[in-house]
């Protein structure tokens, strides 16, 4: 049975098809040029187990999965396998599983942006060692100056590499006021202490993250940066899936960075956050984006219109909130609610046994809290 996450628009061959067609029509020219190296791989990067990647060919609109083998004794300055979704558009595609000592930590999405007087950057990916290879897979592009690092939100795979960054003087780190919240909280020492007991050697040099601009806009509302000739609204999105989380628009490329606001090819996460501002959310990116001409999550490939990775998270989501609130207005406890949760039509999404149940419990305690709201 076929994932229900693979859906999409259109799929490779059948773009390759239609411009064949054009081309035989002499408009192929036109074609080539909207479609040039969209989503293709153009690096497989570099290290000691780099030759061990799988990799698909395409990160836009893409069923394979993929799986980086990364090792302790890669280096710093090794370049991660790289993707360019765009013109000076480029996107460094994540393991879709748990951390583990394959991935090394790198199991979230991150890209950036050259801009003609500087690079943008969004997310940091996993570790400090993370960082610093993000940092070099940047310079295997451009020697043009980090400007900005924009943040999405406060979860390790998306925030840890951070510390590399913050060794650049140049560099603007833009993160929600809610991540000052997380780092004062015992789960980010928890977190912390964990992937460093775990991946001691890439989490040398990690530091916690100061952010030189801090969004603290009404939600919904956009921080607008202007580098060189790109444009790049940040919206404050709530606590959807964090303390606090941003959505990056790439104003002229019509690119939309969701993060962790809808996941492909694999079951959401649900153990922070709230469910009710991440469904409210969902339906404002549709509602306000639906022309984009692509959406980046933060786990998964890229994805073209009508974007059915928002709509499937959502109904996810809406499926275990309806379930949850029947079991708390019955009176079933949370061990037996838990226990009763399954939804069948989603067993064959990516890392469902890993998280599923775990949103379950999050899910029965958010609606029992709501009953006295």
């Not at 840890?160 to 004062?184: P, R, W």
């Not at 709230?274 to 306000?288: M, R, T």
């Amino acid at each position: 049975m076929q994932p229900i996450w693979s859906t999409k628009l259109f799929s490779s061959q059948m773009l390759r098809a239609i411009i064949a067609l054009l081309c035989a029509l002499g408009l192929g020219a036109v074609a080539l040029a909207a479609n040039h190296n969209d989503g293709q791989l153009i690096s497989r990067g570099a290290g000691v187990s780099a030759d061990k990647h799988r990799l698909p060919a395409r990160a836009i609109d893409n069923d394979e999965l993929p799986h980086t083998v990364l090792t302790e004794a890669d280096k710093p300055t090794d370049p991660l396998p790289l993707y360019r979704l765009a013109p000076d558009t480029y996107f460094l595609y994540g393991n879709i599983e748990q951390i583990n000592d394959d991935n090394r930590g790198w199991n979230g999405n991150a890209g950036f942006v050259v801009t003609q007087d500087g690079v943008v950057v969004i997310d940091a990916l996993g570790t400090a060692k993370l960082g610093q290879r993000l940092i070099a897979t940047i310079r295997s592009i451009t020697d043009k100056p980090i400007r900005y690092l924009i943040i999405t939100h406060n979860h390790p795979d998306h925030a840890y590499g951070t510390s590399a960054f913050q060794a650049l003087k140049e560099v603007n780190i833009v993160a929600h006021a809610g991540i000052i919240d997380y780092m004062n909280t015992q789960t980010y020492q928890d977190s912390v202490s964990y992937r460093r007991d775990l991946l001691k050697a890439d989490m040398q040099g990690f530091s916690d993250l100061t952010p030189d601009i801090v969004i603290r806009n009404k939600p919904f509302e956009p921080h607008r940066i202007r580098l060189g000739q790109q444009t790049f609204d940040v919206y404050n999105v709530g606590g959807h899936h964090s303390h606090g989380d941003l959505v990056v628009h790439q104003i002229e490329q019509n690119i939309v960075w969701i993060a962790d606001l809808a996941f492909n090819q694999r079951t959401t996460y649900m153990g922070d956050g709230n469910s009710k501002q991440a469904i409210a959310a969902q339906i404002w990116l549709l509602e306000n984006f639906a022309d984009a001409t692509l959406m980046v999550p933060g786990h998964g490939s890229a994805q073209t219109q009508p974007f059915p990775m928002v709509t499937m998270t959502r109904e996810y989501m809406q499926q275990l909130r309806d379930k949850m609130g029947k079991m708390v207005d019955e009176g079933i406890d949370l061990y037996e609610a838990v226990n009763q949760a399954d939804l069948p039509e989603w067993k064959d999404t990516r890392l469902y046994e890993q998280n599923h149940r775990a949103n379950a419990n999050f899910v029965y305690r958010e609606r029992e809290r709501e009953l006295f709201e």
